[in-house]
């Protein structure tokens, strides 16, 4: 069984703002498969489906950015998933917008959602999808992440959702990080 988190914060005054993007990449693959979060439950909005043979959790934290691990630890714990069987996708401002760069483990390169799932999980080794929204040029950096795609950022991002359903595919087939990497990074 593998999990796989996308991060952003919960409530409508948030959706489609840069730090959802890991929520948009998770909607992006539920609506290639036609799939849905069914499943309000473990602090998250989450569904278990079959792909490819393997049971698969997708799933959307509820709790707000900072506190996302909980969430991911409440259902590893429950379904006895190991860290490394785990993804999480999450935005990076040190990454040009739209960029991919996959990671097997690792520190949280400040960023506030993955020291809360280092916390709860206990390990840094768990596989993570990033995806560039650029580092905020005039703006905070609260403003910045709490802000819009504009219309062309959107369609950079877009173009990382439909690679980000690949990655998906790939993790859920059984391809380990260090395949990953060397494919997509």
Known sequence: MKIIAGLGN????????????GFMAIDTY??????SLDKDKFEGLWTKV?????????LEPQTFMNESGRSIAQVANFFKVEPQDVLVI????????????????????GHNGIKSIIRDLGTEKFNRLKIGIRHPEKTSVVSW?????TTEQQALMDEAFATSCEIIDDFVAGHDSQYLMNKYN
């Open 10 to 21: 919960p409530g409508k005054k948030y959706d489609r703002t840069k730090h959802n993007t």
């Open 30 to 35: 539920l609506a290639k498969k036609g799939l």
């Open 50 to 58: 079959k792909v490819a043979g393997e049971d698969i959790i997708l």
């Open 90 to 109: 999450h935005d990076d401002m040190d990454m040009p917008i739209g960029k991919i760069r996959i990671r097997a483990n690792g520190k949280s390169g």
């Open 145 to 149: 992440v709490l802000s819009p795609f």
